[in-house]
């Protein structure tokens, strides 16, 4: 049976990034590489919404989705704010500096 070496990576607080190393048997998923990594069990905040928040390369994939030999896996926070809310309100600031 043949092997896959993935990484995990998983930032769950600002500053703090997660990354784990895994050997998982040929045929493995996103799923079975997230619950093999104990993730979910050191950050408890990604256990709700883990299977919406999976990335391979910074593309959104569903959890049944196989795995390939060097895969970067990325599981997301979701989002506290509206990155286009953001940026309009640093332009309304920057305008009224002027």
Known sequence: MTELR??????????????VSLVLPEGATVRDAVLRSG??????????????????YGRLVPPETP????????????????????????ARTSRNKN
């Open 39 to 56: 993730v979910l069990e050191r950050h408890p905040a990604l256990q709700r919404d883990w299977e919406r928040a999976c990335s391979l």
């Open 67 to 90: 795995l390939a030999e060097g895969d970067r896996l990325e599981l997301t926070r979701a989002l506290i704010a509206d990155p286009k809310a953001v940026r309009r309100r640093r």
């Open 6 to 19: 993935i990484e995990l990576v998983c930032a769950p607080a600002p500053g703090v990034i997660d990354r």
